[in-house]
């Protein structure tokens, strides 16, 4: 397996991104990679473990890490293999379903995180599921926001139109899709920095072969695996809040099947929060009132 590098450099003097950053080498049946991470608060604080999608990285979290650090809590923002500051397999064929949920999980067991609250989005949540539902024992809380678990169901047209738009564009633009996706418009220095992990399209291929791997159809890979995880799903009664924006095409309305399904959603406070997409760049300061509530309750 060829793995690229993105240089160091290419982070340097970010916007809002004083983070040190922290490695884990996982090693794969074809070779290690390298897996960043951010580490930021207290080491017995009640660890928060932040999931990004695609084809975001950690950044997406620099508006919530110092609010949830200043109250006391320990924030861990990892960068999905092929993302960020993480190595980059060079074929496109390198990148399943069930690699990303291997690699992801030798990585939480290798923190040995426990008592961990959970918020997911986009990508974060079709693997920070299979997270939880491998690990229930891991996870004290969760929050799903503009996510889903699929199995082979179909898909919307929000997300129709973006698969081809990921499998046909020439160059993937990937600061402008942050742009795009957010209800906000993004600075030039913002969008500078999600294009950062990215010298050229050769470093794309993760970003180019997620959208075709979500499980949407009965013949996709990693239906079973899903349907199995939506087992555990179904049993998980810790706090359990969904938080989806008013302004997503892709998962509007996916927030139904969380609160029908896992019993952990009975009486939580779910909310409506303002947004696009990323709804990261658009509600910072009141996801960090959502953990922070959804933590205390978790205790």
């Known amino acids: 397996m060829q793995v690229l590098r993105t240089p160091d450099d290419r982070f340097e003097g970010l916007a809002d991104w004083p983070y040190a950053p922290q490695y884990l080498d996982i090693i794969d049946a074809n070779g290690p990679l390298r897996l960043h991470y951010v580490d930021e608060g207290p080491r017995n604080g009640t660890p928060i473990l932040l999931l990004h999608g695609e084809p975001s990285w950690a950044y997406l979290y620099r508006n919530i890490i110092p609010g949830l650090v200043a109250r006391g809590y320990r924030c861990i923002a990892p960068d999905l293999i092929g993302f960020g500051r993480s190595d980059k397999p060079a074929a496109r064929a390198d990148y399943t379903y069930e690699r990303h949920v291997e690699w992801m999980s030798v990585w939480l067991q290798a923190l040995d995180l426990t008592g961990v609250v959970l918020f997911c989005q986009d990508w974060g949540g079709l693997i920070g599921l299979r997270l ?11 929050a799903v926001a503009n996510t889903g678990l699929p199995t082979g169901a179909g898909l919307t047209p929000g997300f129709q139109n973006w698969l081809t738009i990921s499998q046909t564009i020439p160059q993937m633009p990937i600061g402008l899709l942050l742009n795009g996706g957010s209800g906000r418009e ?62 997503d095409p892709i998962t509007k309305g996916g927030e139904a099947v969380f609160q029908s399904r896992v019993p952990g959603t009975k009486g939580q406070p779910h909310v409506t929060l ?8 658009d509600s ?4 960090v009132a959502l953990l922070d509530g959804l933590a205390q309750r978790a205790r």
């Open 274 to 281: 303002s947004g696009g997409h990323f709804l990261q760049e």
């Open 186 to 247: 993004l600075s030039a220095e913002e969008i500078a920095a999600y294009d950062a992990p990215f010298p050229d399209e050769t470093f794309k291929e993760g970003a180019r072969e997620f959208p075709k791997l979500v499980p949407v159809t009965p013949e996709h890979a990693s239906v079973a695996e899903n349907m199995a995880a939506w087992k555990v799903l179904e049993a998980f009664d810790k706090p359990f809040v969904t938080a989806f924006s008013d302004g």
């Open 132 to 142: 939880v539902a491998a690990f229930p024992e891991r996870f004290a809380a969760v």
């Open 284 to 287: 910072p300061a009141e996801i």
